[in-house]
């Protein structure tokens, strides 16, 4: 397999990392492909109204990039996920710079299902907090 670990290669307490830098490009990307198109990701004046005081991302997109961890580094490819949790803990900007960080917290070998406690941070504060449980290919 490239990319990713069979299920007897995981070991709780393994982690990885993914970094990404939030560009205008993606916000408006993300609006496309989602529909997503709240003024508060896309209108200026009406989010300068808001708590948040300017447009913000989408929370689903640091979901994107959680999956994007998940899915290419740890457990990564060929695993599938069969659930994902999400706590929004504070806004992320275009221009802000997002580190996702997964850990593998639980083994259930008779499912082959992984959980990982799965954060995304700005500047080192957690912007996203959850829980995925994820399927694992076993070694042929």
Known sequence: MYGGYYFEDLEVGMSVQYGRTVTESDIGAFAGVSGDFNPVHTNEEFASGTRF????AHG????????TAVGTR???????????????????????????????????????????????????????????????????
Not at 53 to 56: E, P, T
């Open 53 to 56: 005081k300017g447009r913000i």
């Open 74 to 140: 740890l457990p990564g490819e060929g695993s599938i996920y069969v659930s994902q949790n999400l706590h929004f803990r504070g806004p992320v900007r275009s221009g802000d710079t997002v580190t996702v960080q997964v850990a593998v917290t639980d083994l259930n070998p008779e499912r082959r299902f992984v959980t990982l406690e799965t954060r995304a941070l700005v500047g080192g504060r957690a912007v996203v907090q959850g829980e995925a449980v994820m399927l694992v290919p076993a070694r042929p």
């Open 60 to 67: 689903m997109l640091m979901g994107a990039f959680i999956s």
